[in-house]
């Protein structure tokens, strides 16, 4: 949710800057849905990424190593 938000501050910020805006008027209706899909896409990775981190904390991973002390609870 912050990366989207602080996406959609950026893009205003650079509409506010911008000192040419008819650069942002030219962009056709294909344009517009590249941006839309290119954004969409960002944020699914994010949101997985983080679906998995929160998986990955829930079940910790098992021990890479043998111990001598270690006992099969059966």
């Not at 983080?50 to 910790?60: D, F, N, T, V, W």
């Amino acid at each position: 949710m912050v990366t989207a938000a602080s996406l959609i501050h950026v893009v205003v910020v650079l509409k506010i800057l911008a000192p040419d805006s008819d650069a942002f008027a030219d962009m056709n209706d294909l344009g517009t849905l590249m941006l839309g899909g290119f954004v969409l896409a960002v944020v699914a990775a994010i949101a997985l990424t983080i679906i998995r981190l929160r998986i990955r904390e829930k079940k910790p991973e098992t021990a890479q190593f043998i111990s001598i002390n270690s006992r099969d609870d059966e």
